[in-house]
């Protein structure tokens, strides 16, 4: 079973950035897949939830013992199952969704008490901190990717998965091979972004154009080491 424990516990990774492992989730109620969520510091000592995972109240402790829980963000149209938890336990937090993810049925129905959608208003309560790329697909998908100064992290959702041979089952490992889940998107959510063309493209570019010191993402182990070379690469299908 590919996991990253010890789950569900704050674990610093940089200046002002934390991790916290958590799943296995269940892709299609059948392919378990390890969740990770990124709390970024801002300077005024409040934090950011990026794809929250299960609440758990210790979990919550740890964090407001960083600093108060002032954002929660839905990055993309898949990460968004756990915010209504977050949210009833922290209602003075402000909740960010993805363009396009508060339109969809589901969301709808969960009746989440959104602030509003990732844009030009998110940006201006982190502006010091954080800068926020939106790359665009077909058929209303977004995922907003964000880029933490202070740790010089780019922190991404699903545009890369990372999943290792050595946690895997052989299935696993030959599910990853076929879906290009190595250090990639994988293969039906780059034709997504790469059937918008040119907004995709000059996203990806403005990804790269950061170099980053580290590339976190939902799924798989982080980028840590030659970071700019590997997202270089891990984007070339669109850049």
Not at 101 to 110: D, F, G, P, W, Y
Not at 173 to 182: I, T
């Amino acid at each position: 079973m590919t996991i990253y424990p010890p789950l569900d516990i704050l674990k610093p990774i940089g200046q002002g950035i934390w991790i916290v492992d958590s799943g296995p989730l269940h892709a299609g109620g059948v392919i378990p897949l390890p969740v990770r969520m990124t709390i970024m510091q801002l300077a005024d000592g409040s934090t950011l939830l990026h794809s929250p995972t299960r609440f758990d109240q210790v979990l919550r402790l740890e964090i407001e013992r960083v600093g108060p829980i002032r954002h929660i963000v839905a990055p993309n149209s898949a990460h968004w199952r756990f915010v209504k938890d977050w949210k009833g336990r922290v209602p003075e937090a402000l909740v960010w969704a993805a363009p396009g993810l508060r339109q969809r049925r589901q969301v709808k129905k969960a009746r989440i008490p959104w602030h509003g959608d990732l844009g030009d208003a998110s940006q201006a309560h982190w502006t010091a901190d954080i800068d926020q790329i939106e790359v665009p697909g077909i058929g209303g998908f977004s995922e907003v990717c964000l880029f933490h100064r202070n740790s010089q992290a780019l922190v991404v959702t699903d545009l890369i998965q990372n999943l290792d041979d050595h946690q895997q089952s052989p299935w696993m490992r030959l599910f990853s091979s076929l879906v290009g889940a190595r250090e990639r998107a994988l293969i039906y959510l780059r034709a997504v972004v790469q059937l918008r063309g040119e907004p995709a493209k000059a996203a990806a570019r403005r990804l790269v154009a950061l170099e980053p010191k580290l590339v976190i993402f939902s799924h798989g182990r982080y980028i840590d080491q030659d970071a700019p070379a590997r997202l270089r690469k891990s984007l070339d299908w669109l850049v």
